[in-house]
């Protein structure tokens, strides 16, 4: 009996958990329409369409597991912090 309370106690902390996700990105969504900020994926595009660049964090990268090809086509290249700051010398840094 043990036993089998440990894995339902494991699975509706799972389902909570993912729960607690989808909840988070639907309180999000709701407040950049409220903000009226456009879509991820627009603003992105807004960004690029600017002349702007974007850039992975390799610490990120690697410690959620992706790889280029994970990422929209936007993304220039995934780059360390030494290498962003050395390919933004003498520009404005608005987020790192």
């Not at 799972?14 to 994926?41: C, N, R, W």
Request: glycine residues 8%.
């Amino acid at each position: 009996m043990k036993r089998v309370s440990i894995i339902l106690a494991m699975a509706v902390l799972a389902l909570s958990i993912m729960s607690t996700g989808a909840l988070a990105t639907k309180m999000m969504q709701k407040k950049m329409d409220a903000l009226d900020i456009p879509p991820i994926d627009e603003f992105i595009e807004m960004i690029s369409a600017a002349g702007g660049k974007l850039y992975a964090c390799k610490a990120s990268v690697d410690m959620f597991g992706l790889k280029q090809s994970d990422f929209v086509d936007e993304v220039q290249s995934i780059l360390t912090v030494g290498d962003f700051y050395a390919l933004a010398a003498g520009g404005q840094i608005i987020f790192t």
